[in-house]
């Protein structure tokens, strides 16, 4: 398992406030407390390598004391900031919240604590000095980057269970992991933030660390981290390759290697507004992306946990430019399910969706394969994804391609259709199969009579074979017993 320890601001530039122990910023020594921030870039504490990884943030300033600090209304305005500072450091605290009954004083402190910087940098009543933005950022890591712990379906024998079904692991510390996720998320998207100043301290490493936080099974932790990653997608504009290139190994990973990370969805939410943005003509590094990465999301197992957002994205493309239609069509078919029927209805949905969005052209370029991959589906004894695919009949745009190109469909699917009506075991299928054989017969009479003909045909040349073949085996019957006699008799 790729592992990686990426160290806090141990070997920062030191800040003019460093000596300024007046003011209560902490004793001597516990200026850079709390820097050594394990994080496992697989974002998971199991593998075979894990008993050395260090499971929690650790090396947190020292346990002295935490004592309620003055409220920033109840100070002279040219004291806040050594304040704000204060704050930060009791908000580096750490606290075990596996026990409910211990230090409940001390974390009711730091819940308080962060509720005010929270209201502070919301109020825009101070604009912060970029010591206090290097010293907050530092207590957000301190407090948000570890090691999460081993998914549910990891080492349980479980593997086979359903994603969806799964209860999702809340993390324990979150009264004060959300109030810091929010002051965060309140300083990116503050007008008072510098971006010149703020991208010194959120940057690539940051971002990274961020994006491993979205495998946490909490998914309100993901809620938080995608409002957050994707303010500063909007508002640092010199990280936005980075950030894409980054979310595109994360795909690759899980295409390629794990097969399961909870955060593919919210990923996905991002990725569909940043598509939404694309501009025309559509870069070749945008096009890769989605036959590299966002086609090949289909063939994962999980792929039910995020294919709403997956779908979106798909679609966007093709609405941004109708060209992709043809690639994406036949990046379906290549992936399409065989034995999972839930799966094959995820499918037909999007499929739909692509369809709507396609033009003449580029529907003529892959009809053929995909009309046959339809006819499997007609003809699937699921009675929903035969159901859902005579669905496409429902939609106005679809049907139009279809009537445009009928002589190249009907003759494809019209056997799939005489087997439905002959021997499928639903009536619902039965019926909408019957109606979609009225369409075909009202919208070309002659085509329609020259395909039954052809299937008349090929049944009766199939029933000839059949008894040529019971004939034959007949034969073979009576000569084997023949012998078998004349053995007898010899005998």
């Known amino acids: ?116 910087l929270v209201d502070f940098i919301q109020s825009g009543s101070g604009k912060i000095t970029e010591t206090c933005q290097e010293e907050m950022i530092r207590m957000v890591s301190v407090n948000v980057f570890r090691c999460l712990p081993p998914a549910s379906h990891e080492n349980t024998g479980q593997e086979n269970t359903d994603p969806d079904e799964e209860e999702p692991y809340l993390e324990p510390s979150w009264p004060h992991l959300q109030l810091v996720y929010e002051l965060l998320l309140r300083y990116v998207v503050s007008s008072d933030t510098d971006t010149k100043i703020a991208k010194r301290y959120i940057d690539h490493s940051f971002v990274l660390k961020l994006l491993d936080l979205f495998d946490s099974e909490d998914p309100r932790e993901r809620e938080y981290l995608k409002t957050i990653l994707h303010r500063i997608y909007g508002k640092f504009m010199v990280h936005r390759p980075f950030i894409r290139k980054a979310i595109n190994n994360i795909f690759y990973r899980v295409i390629y290697e794990s097969a399961r990370h909870s955060g593919i969805g919210e990923l996905l939410e991002i990725l569909g507004s940043i598509i939404n943005g ?41 609405e941004k430019d109708y060209k992709l239609a043809d690639t994406v069509i036949r990046g379906l078919l290549k992936y399409w399910p065989v034995t999972n029927c839930q799966k094959e209805l995820l499918f037909l949905g999007e499929l739909e969706e692509v369809l709507e969005a396609t033009q003449s052209a580029e529907f003529q370029r892959c009809m053929v394969p995909l009309f046959r991959q339809i006819a499997r589906c007609l003809n699937s004894s699921h009675f929903q994804v035969a159901e859902r695919a005579l669905f496409l009949w429902n939609n106005e745009h679809i049907v139009s391609l279809i009537a445009q190109n009928r002589n190249v469909i009907l003759p494809i699917i019209f056997e799939a259709l005489e087997k439905n009506i002959k021997s499928h075991w639903n009536q619902a299928v039965h019926g909408l199969t019957v109606n979609v054989r ?28 059949e008894e040529q073949r019971e004939l034959n085996w007949k034969r073979l019957a009576d000569v084997a017993a023949q012998r078998e006699g004349m053995d007898m008799v010899s005998v």
């Open 1 to 116: 398992m790729f592992k990686k320890i990426i160290k806090g601001t141990g070997h920062r530039k030191h800040s003019k406030s460093d000596g300024n122990d007046s003011y209560g910023y902490g004793p001597p020594g516990t200026r850079n407390s709390g820097s050594n921030v394990v994080v496992n870039h697989a974002s998971r504490a199991s593998g075979p390598n894990s008993g050395n990884i260090v499971p929690t943030a650790t090396a947190t300033p020292p346990m002295v004391s935490v004592e309620s600090l003055p409220l920033f209304r109840d100070v002279p305005v040219s004291e806040r900031q050594i304040l704000f500072l204060r704050k930060l450091q009791l908000c580096c605290f750490q606290f075990d919240f596996s026990d409910t009954l211990k230090t409940v004083v001390e974390k009711e402190i730091k819940r308080q604590t962060l509720l005010e």
């Open 278 to 318: 694309f501009a025309l003509p559509m870069k070749e590094e945008h096009k890769l992306f989605l036959f590299r990465a966002l086609i090949p999301l289909h063939k994962s197992k999980p792929v039910s946990m995020y294919h709403q957002q997956l779908s979106y994205c798909i679609t966007q493309f093709v």
């Open 438 to 465: 009225k369409m075909f017969l009202e919208m070309d009479t002659e085509l329609f009579e020259e395909c039954q003909n052809q299937y008349t045909e090929k049944e009766s040349r199939a029933s000839e074979v």
